[in-house]
Nanobody
């Protein structure tokens, strides 16, 4: 069964850092795109970042460019999201998802993890 499990969330002060992990099982993520999304209370889920399968190219939402970095470790079948210079507006539940190609639309993804909470507060 294809599964994704996020981990690494927690409470951090503004300006701090966290590294989120998305561990895949039941499929080889080398052949799929992996996207990170987030959802804050009362808001729609929004795309954060994505890494493609074919060439490993990456993309980022404007709100996180220069602060977040997505990467893939094929040997561990895991994708990471390194989050630096965190801001209170980054507070959300963060999800990873997989599809054939990267997309900013969450409805394009069929498989999702359970999410991990990130809270940025002093």
């Amino acid at each position: 069964q294809r599964q994704l499990v996020e981990s690494g969330g927690g409470l951090v002060q503004p300006g701090g850092s966290l590294r989120l992990s998305c561990a895949a099982s039941g499929f080889n993520m080398d052949y799929y795109a992996i996207g990170w999304f987030r959802q804050a209370p009362g808001k729609e889920r929004e795309g954060v970042s994505c890494i493609s399968s074919s060439d490993g190219s990456t993309s980022y939402a404007d709100a996180v460019k220069g602060r977040f970095t997505i990467s893939r470790d094929g040997a561990k079948n895991t994708v990471y999201l390194q989050m630096n210079s965190l801001k209170p507006e980054d507070t959300a539940v963060y999800y990873c998802a997989t599809d054939s190609f990267c997309s900013w639309y969450d409805r394009a993804y069929a498989y999702w993890g359970q999410g991990t909470q990130v809270t940025v507060s002093s």
